[in-house]
């Protein structure tokens, strides 16, 4: 299964990412079998963010359906699989935008995962 990842890279750049199965990315953050990665983010926005990105094609959150119920599940147990191999032990923050209003940049549904340090409330 292969797809293409655009990765908003400083407001201007766009960086192309090809993943493909079951390739290991460069930085070798987390490969698992064909359902998900996760890899740091170009822009980080913490001393630890990483992304974790379905490769099933999926634009946003909105489009996903009951049958990508455990596909959802998976992308949140790989989430505090990664953080606890980060050593985010006091905590992290899970984002996922969707749609305009909730600042989505890149058309492929993925979940920020910052810590690091103590973030704040609100978000933004």
């Avoid at 290991?24 to 983010?41: K, P, Q, R, W």
């Avoid at 049958?67 to 959802?72: A, F, I, N, T, Y």
């Avoid at 600042?103 to 704040?120: C, D, E, F, Y």
């Amino acid at each position: 299964m292969d797809f293409i990842v655009f990765v908003k890279l400083r407001r201007i750049t766009k960086l192309m990412v090809e993943v493909k199965c079951p390739d290991v990315f460069v930085d070798g953050t987390y490969s698992d079998d064909c359902t998900c990665v996760a890899f740091n983010d170009v822009a980080p926005q913490a001393p630890k963010h990483f992304l974790v990105i379905p490769r099933k094609p999926l634009p946003n959150l909105d489009e996903a359906d009951e049958s990508d119920e455990k596909l959802l599940g998976h992308l949140l147990l790989v989430a505090k699989k990664v953080a606890k191999q980060q050593g985010l032990d006091n905590g992290y923050r899970l984002t996922i935008n969707n749609g305009p209003d909730g600042a989505q940049s890149v058309l492929h549904l993925h979940i920020h995962v910052m810590g690091g340090r103590q973030m704040t409330w609100p978000p933004g």
